[in-house]
């Protein structure tokens, strides 16, 4: 059974850092493509990140410079280092899971299949 488990949300005040982890179970990340995604209340689920299999990335703009995607293939486990976050960045944060060609990656929600639960990330003072 696919599975993808979100960790490491919480509340941060602006300016700070949080890591969140995808897990995954029940199939190999080696040769899949992970995107991060987000959902404020009231909007929209939108692409963060992408990491494909082999290790290239895409970002959205609005993070560009402060996040970090990255992927530990030994733990089936894809990270997403947060930086420098803005009240703005408060939402359910998602992965998900394509199988893709090693250079394929995408922040089109309709691209990935298999989703996690989310984690909620909250920056406020």
């Known amino acids: 059974q696919v599975q993808l488990v979100e960790s490491g949300g919480g509340l941060v005040q602006p300016g700070g850092s949080l890591r969140l982890s995808c897990a995954a179970s029940?199939?190999?990340?080696?040769?899949?493509?992970i995107g991060w995604f987000r959902q404020a209340p009231g909007k929209e689920r939108e692409g963060v990140s992408c990491?494909?299999?082999?290790?290239?990335?895409v970002y959205a703009d609005f993070v560009k410079g402060r996040f970090t995607v990255s992927r530990d293939n030994a733990k089936n486990t894809v990270y997403l280092q947060m930086n420098s976050l803005k009240p703005e960045d408060t939402a359910v944060y998602y992965c998900a899971a394509a199988p893709a060609p090693r250079l394929w990656c995408s922040l089109s929600r309709g691209a990935f299949g298999s989703w996690g639960q989310g984690t909620q990330v909250t920056v406020s003072s």
């Open positions: 990491i494909s299999s082999s290790d290239g990335t």
């Open positions: 029940g199939f190999t990340l080696d040769y899949y493509a």
